[in-house]
C-alpha cells in the first residue's frame, strides 16, 4: 500500500555494543536468520553469534586460526532454510567457506585457488548453489553446496555481467542473484 511505503522506519530494538565479550562486536560484517527468524551476526572477532530476533545470545561458535570451526575474519553469512538451516560462512582471509549446523557443528569446508578476498555468499533457494562474491577479483563465482565449481561470472570492467568490487552478494525464491556492484556504483540482478 501507499501508506507502507510512505511510513517512517521505526527503531524495534538493538544489541551489541563494542568489544569482544560475548553480544559485543569489533565489526559486524554480515547478518543472517535462519527458518526460525534466529539472528547470526559474523564479523572481525573470528567468530559466529546466535541470537533471537530480540537480542538475547544464544550461542558462540569459533575461534581465530586456520583450521575447522576457525575463521580468520569473517564475511559474509547464508543460511539455507530450505534445506536444514546449514549456515554457511565466508572465511576472507583464509580462502574458504565453511559450513555448520545451526548449533555451531564443523560440517565441511572447500577452498578454491581463485580466492582472495571473499566478501559475500548467497544461496540459491530452489537448487542449494552457492554463490561466493570476491572483492579483490570482481568475480562471483558458483558452486554445488558441497563445493564443486559450476560456474565464474564477471571480471573487472563496467560492462554487462562484469564488476568493480562484489561487495554484496543476495539470491530471491525465483534463482535471481542480486550483486552490490560497489565502485560500478549499481546494483546487478543476474
Do not use: C
Not at 563494542?18 to 560484517?29: A, I, K, L, M
Not at 563445493?147 to 564477471?154: I, K, S
Amino acid at each position: 500500500s501507499d501508506d507502507a511505503a510512505t511510513s517512517p522506519l521505526v527503531l524495534l530494538g538493538m544489541w551489541g555494543g563494542y568489544g569482544t565479550e560475548p553480544g559485543q562486536f569489533v565489526e559486524p560484517s554480515s547478518v543472517e536468520l535462519d527458518s526460525a527468524g534466529l539472528v547470526y551476526v559474523a564479523g572481525h572477532e573470528n567468530r559466529v553469534q546466535k541470537f533471537t530476533a530480540a537480542g538475547e545470545l544464544l550461542l558462540i561458535w569459533g575461534t581465530g586460526g586456520t583450521g575447522d570451526g576457525q575463521f580468520n575474519h569473517p564475511h559474509g553469512l547464508a543460511v539455507d532454510r530450505a534445506r536444514g538451516d546449514l549456515v554457511y560462512v565466508g572465511d576472507q582471509e583464509n580462502g574458504r567457506v565453511q559450513v555448520f549446523t545451526t548449533d555451531g557443528t564443523f560440517l565441511r569446508l572447500w577452498s578454491d585457488p581463485q580466492f582472495q578476498h571473499l566478501h559475500d555468499v548467497g544461496i540459491d533457494p530452489g537448487t542449494g548453489d552457492i554463490y561466493v562474491g570476491d572483492y579483490e577479483l570482481d568475480v562471483l563465482q558458483r558452486f554445488t553446496s558441497t563445493g564443486v565449481p559450476l560456474a565464474e561470472l564477471g571480471g573487472t570492467g563496467t560492462g554487462p555481467g562484469q564488476f568493480d568490487g562484489v561487495w554484496g552478494v543476495s539470491t530471491d525464491s525465483q534463482g535471481n542473484v542480486y550483486v552490490a556492484d560497489t565502485f560500478n556504483r549499481r546494483v546487478q540482478k543476474l
